[in-house]
Each structure stands twice: as structure tokens, then as C-alpha cells.
């Protein structure tokens, strides 16, 4: 799946360079140059890291990585500064506001994209170590298997677990069912897409309170299924 950078920029010239030189590696991009748009798009899109600038026309990146933290959903996205001065940069570095990494403009495209990949590799081996994952009510523990919801035990097949881990670990991710296969199935050629919804049936039935309106496991039309770790309204299921 390709990773989606968002840069909130209102330099056009910044953008294209970005845009042009992230595409060309592979990966989406999504460009704001107002910071309330941006977040308005973070906060209803999966994105992998977000590049943002400082001095923007309404909030400035200080403000708009201050609130990305204070979003339980949000909190763990990877920031990445756009710094035009050294008094810019002393900030980003003073300040405690969770920056992952900065780079000072102007800056070679090909360093930024080093830096990026950098930060993903890190957030990667984060993900990867995380032996319970937690998200809403819900509660998975890779050692013993055991899942909770609302602090009830569920029982799940080994199979059934590994999708639902699958699905928690990447909150609010759409995967069509030809890659869930690909992830949880692996080689296994007795299943077809068909598989999947027959898993995710039975998941909702043990972990939705209402299992016809998941929660949890929502199917996202045309497209496949995520997970949401909270409820949202008027999702089709
Ligand atoms: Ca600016």
C-alpha cells in the first residue's frame, strides 16, 4: 500500500517540490497551505506523516502539532517541521511539542525524503514490538491471545485473532479484502476474497455489542473494511 504524506504548506513552490519529488518515490500527497484544513483532513483520513510548516495564514504549525498530540487518534503521527529561520528551529527544539524530526528550508528534496523514510523506518520498529494493542474498549494481548472488549473476554479463533490484530494495528485503515488475504491468510490458496467477509462476520458477532451496526469493524463500501477505534456515526456497515 502506498504511504501518504500530508504537507501543510503555503508556499506553492515548497508543495510542487515536495509533491513532485514524494510522488516520484512512491508515495501519496496531500497538500494544505491552510493549517485548519489540514487537520480537518488528518482527522478524517488515514495518513502516514505529516510535513508542516510554521508560518501559515491562520494557525501556525506550533499550534496545529500542539493539537495533533492532544488527539487520542492522532497523537503518534509522525511531524516532520518545514523551518525557514534558526529561531524557528530553536523552538522546534525547545519546545516540547513532539516534533519528530525538522528540516530547515531550503532543503534538498532528496533530503527530506531520506528524512521521512527515516521516520517511518522508526515508527515501523515501534509498531512492530507492540505486543498489546489497546483501542477504545478493546484489548489485545499478542503474548497470551487474549482479547478483551468493554472488559469482557472474547474467545477467537487463532485466524479470526490474527485479522482483528491486524485490522486494531492499523486504526481507521481501509484494506480491501485481496489484501487482507495477502496479510492474515498469507499463501494459503483455499480462501477467497469471500473468506474474509465470512471472518469478519463472525468477529463483529463476538466483539460488536450490535453486531449490524459494528463499531469496531466497519465495512467501507466499494473498498473493504477498517478498524475504528471509536465509535463514528453514519458509517454503512
Ligand atoms: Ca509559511
Known amino acids: 500500500m502506498r504511504q501518504r504524506v ?39 483520513n488515514p495518513v ?23 488527539d487520542e487518534r492522532l497523537k503518534a503521527l509522525p511531524v516532520i517541521f518545514l523551518t525557514a529561520k534558526s529561531e524557528e528551529m530553536d523552538r522546534v527544539l525547545g519546545l516540547e511539542i513532539g516534533a519528530d524530526d525538522y528540516v530547515v528550508k531550503p532543503f534538498s528534496p532528496r533530503e527530506l525524503v531520506a528524512r521521512v523514510k527515516a521516520v517511518l523506518r522508526r ?3 515501534v509498531a512492530e514490538k507492540r505486543e498489546v494493542v489497546e483501542s477504545g474498549s478493546l484489548r489485545l494481548d499478542t503474548r497470551t491471545q487474549e482479547v478483551t472488549v468493554r472488559g469482557r473476554p472474547v474467545v477467537l479463533s487463532a485466524l479470526e485473532f490474527k485479522l482483528l490484530y491486524f485490522l486494531a494495528s492499523h486504526p481507521r485503515h481501509v484494506f480491501g479484502r485481496d489484501r487482507l488475504l495477502d496479510e492474515v491468510w498469507g499463501r494459503d490458496r483455499f480462501v477467497t476474497p469471500r473468506t474474509v467477509d465470512v471472518h469478519i462476520r463472525r468477529l463483529r458477532e463476538k466483539i460488536e455489542e450490535l453486531p449490524n451496526r459494528p463499531e469496531f469493524l466497519q465495512t467501507v463500501r466499494g473498498s473493504g473494511y477498517r478498524f475504528s477505534p471509536e465509535v463514528m456515526e453514519s458509517v454503512e456497515a
Open 6 to 44: 500530508v504537507i501543510i504548506e503555503d508556499e506553492r513552490d515548497i508543495v510542487e517540490l515536495v509533491r513532485y519529488n514524494f510522488r516520484k518515490e512512491g508515495f501519496e500527497v496531500e497538500s494544505f497551505s491552510r493549517g485548519r484544513d489540514g487537520l480537518e483532513f488528518l482527522r478524517r
Open 48 to 70: 502516514d506523516l505529516v510535513l508542516l510548516d510554521i508560518l501559515l495564514p491562520d494557525e501556525d504549525g506550533f499550534e496545529i502539532c500542539k493539537r495533533l498530540r492532544a
Open 123 to 125: 515508527q515501523a520498529r
